[in-house]
C-alpha cells in the first residue's frame, strides 16, 4: 500500500438545510460514492452541528478506506475568508467567525479546503455536470437564498475580496421589493424558495379562486415555492401567475449576466430549479426576448445534471485544484 | 537606424461624434503624443471616414517617423469581430459588416489589431489611469451609448463571443421603459447623455418652473445632459431631481456589478461622467447604502483619469498586448 497515491476526495456541501458528504474519485469522470445526507438542525448549535458533519465525514472516509484519502473539501454558505479557513458569517447557521476549515482538519486529521457553497455547485458543475466544456460558466443556486458563482477558464472568479458571484442580490427593479439585506428588487426577493411563497399567497390574497388554499389545507403559512409549481402544473392561475413572474424576474437577471459575461452557458440549480422545464421553458424564451442575438447563440441555459451532488462534487474539485492541480 | 525596435504604437478611437488619434510611448508611462481630434461626420459614408481616419493616422506616423511605429491599435463601437477585425454593425456610424482593421492595415502599410472601444477605454484606464494596480477592474463609459468593459488580471475579458462587457443593455427595472434593444429598463434608456435629456424634459413637461427652459432659448430639443448638468449645479429642482435620479438608477447597475464581480475598481468615463462628483458623490453614497460592506470596502469607484484619450490609449495597449506581450 505505502507511496500509493490517494484516489478519493472527500466533498463537503454544508447547507442550512442538509449536510451533504461524499467521496469523489480524484481522476474525475465518477459519480461520487454514497453521498450521505443529515439534517444541518442549526439550531442545535456550532458545535453539535460540527459533530455531526465530522461523523459523517468519518463514515465517507471509512467507505474508502483512509490512506486512499488525499483530503476534504468544505462548501459552506459564505461570506467567509479562504485564505484562514473562516466562515465569517451565515445567518442560515448562526456561525460568526467560525474557523471551520481548522476544526475540520484537526478533527479529521486531513487537509482540508474551504469554499463558498455556490462556488462549489459551479465548479462541480463545470468539473463533471452541466458546464463540461464550458470557458466561461455562470452558476446559479435557487433555494432558501440565491447564489451564484462564475468559473472562467476553470478558475472559480472569486474577486477582490472572494465575495464575487452574489446573483442573488442583483437588483432588477430598483424602486421594488425591499430584500432582508437592505437594498431594494434583490432578485432573492422575488425568486428565493420562500419569496415566492410569500408571492404566492399575496396572490391569493388579491383575490380569486385557487387550489393553493385546499392544497395547504387552509393555512396559507404551508405553500413552499413546491407546492406552488405543483399548482400552476394543475392549471392554477394564480399558481402560474407567480411561475411566469418568478421565470421573468430570473430572466431579467440572467440577460444581465449573459450581456455583462458573455458566457458559455448557464447552470442553474438548487430546490427551486427542480420545477425544471415549467420555470426553465418560459425563462428561456424571455432572455432570448431581452438578449442580444451574439450573445444568444454562444450561451445555453442549462438545469444542473448534478442536482443534489452538484455541491459535494464541486467542494471536492476545490480541494484537488489546490493540491493536486486543475482537474481535467 | 536598422534593427532598432520601433518605440511607438499609434492608437485610434473611432466614436459616433468624434475621431481621436495619438502615439502612445511602447514603454508606456508617458501620455500620447499629439492627440488629434476631428469630428467623424458618419453621415459622409463610412469610405470618407475611412479617408480622413487613414489621413490622420499618416499625420500621427509622421510625428514620430514611421521607422518608429511598431503598428496600429483601433478601437471602434461594436460589435464587432476581433479574428477577422470586421466591424459587424454599427448604427451610429452606419457600418455593416465592414472589414476595418484591414482597411486601414493596407492604407497604412502597418499591422492593426481591432478591440470594443469600451474594451479600449477600460484597458487604457488600467495600463496608464485610474484602474492602475487593479487585478480586477469594471471601466463604464457614458455617452451617446452606455458601453462597459471588464480586465482581470490584465486581460480583456472578451467572452465566448467577443462581446462581453454590455453594461448599457443592464436592466435595473425589469418592467421599466423600453430601450431601443427591445428589452425594458436598461441603464441606457435612463442615463445615456440623450436619455437624461429625454428624462430632463419630462420632467419640465410634468409642471413647475425650470431655469432649463430658458437656457436652451425655449428649444426643449435643444437640452443635453451637459445642459442638464449645469442647470442642476446652479439649483434648478427639476434638473437636480434628473441628476439624483441618474446617480441612483448608475448605483444599481454598479451595485450589481460589484456583487457580481467583486473587483478592485470601477472606472468611469465618457461625456456624462464630465458632471463629475455632481454625479459621482449621490452614485457613490447610494452604492454604499446598497452594497456589501466587504464588497464595498474591496473597491473604489473613481472617474477616469485620462479623460478623452484613455480610448486611444487602450488601443494602443491593446495591440501592444497582441505584438510585444502584457504591458507593465
Redesign the interface.
Known amino acids: 500500500m505505502k507511496g500509493r497515491r490517494p484516489a478519493w476526495v472527500v466533498g463537503v456541501d454544508i447547507g442550512g438545510t442538509n449536510l451533504r458528504v461524499g467521496t469523489v474519485p480524484i481522476e474525475g469522470g465518477a459519480p461520487p460514492v454514497a453521498v450521505r445526507r443529515r439534517s444541518t438542525r442549526a439550531a442545535s448549535g456550532s458545535d453539535r452541528v460540527l459533530d455531526r458533519l465530522v461523523t459523517m465525514i468519518r463514515e465517507s472516509v471509512a467507505d474508502v478506506g483512509r490512506d486512499n484519502v488525499a483530503g476534504i473539501g468544505l462548501g459552506a454558505p459564505g ?1 467567509l475568508d479562504r485564505a484562514s479557513g473562516v466562515v ?1 458569517e451565515t445567518p442560515n447557521l448562526g456561525w460568526r467567525d467560525y474557523p471551520l476549515r481548522d476544526l475540520v482538519a484537526e478533527a479529521c486529521g486531513l487537509p482540508v479546503t474551504l469554499d463558498n457553497d455556490a462556488n462549489c455547485f459551479t465548479y462541480g458543475e463545470w468539473w463533471m455536470g452541466a458546464g463540461r466544456g464550458s ?2 460558466l455562470v452558476g446559479i443556486t435557487l433555494g432558501t437564498g440565491i447564489g ?1 458563482g ?1 468559473v ?1 477558464d476553470g478558475e472559480i ?11 442573488g ?8 421589493r425591499r430584500c432582508p ?5 434583490c432578485i432573492e426577493a422575488y425568486a428565493s424558495g420562500p419569496a415566492i411563497a410569500v408571492r404566492a399567497v399575496e396572490a391569493i390574497a388579491d383575490g380569486g379562486d385557487s387550489i393553493l388554499a385546499s392544497m395547504v389545507g387552509g393555512d396559507l403559512g404551508e405553500i413552499t415555492a413546491e407546492i406552488v409549481c405543483r399548482a400552476a402544473a394543475a392549471g392554477d392561475p394564480h399558481a402560474d401567475g407567480v411561475v411566469r413572474d418568478t421565470a ?2 430570473l430572466a ?1 437577471a440572467v ?3 449573459i ?6 452557458a448557464v447552470v442553474i440549480g438548487g430546490g427551486v430549479a427542480n420545477a425544471g422545464d415549467r420555470l426553465l421553458r418560459p425563462l428561456r424564451r424571455e432572455v432570448r ?4 442575438g ?2 444568444m ?3 445555453r441555459i442549462v438545469q444542473s445534471e448534478l442536482g443534489d451532488s452538484a455541491g459535494v462534487i464541486g467542494a471536492a474539485g476545490v480541494f484537488m485544484r489546490a493540491h493536486h492541480g486543475r482537474p481535467r
Chains 1, 2 share one sequence.
Do not use: K, Y
Open positions: 461570506p465569517t470557458r466561461r451564484g462564475i472562467i472568479h472569486h474577486g477582490a475580496s472572494g465575495a464575487a458571484g452574489e446573483v442580490h442583483m437588483s432588477i427593479d430598483f424602486r421594488g439585506c437592505g437594498a431594494r428588487g421573468r424576474i431579467t440577460t444581465n449576466l450581456h455583462l459575461l458573455n458566457p458559455d426576448r431581452r438578449v442580444f451574439a450573445h447563440r454562444a450561451c
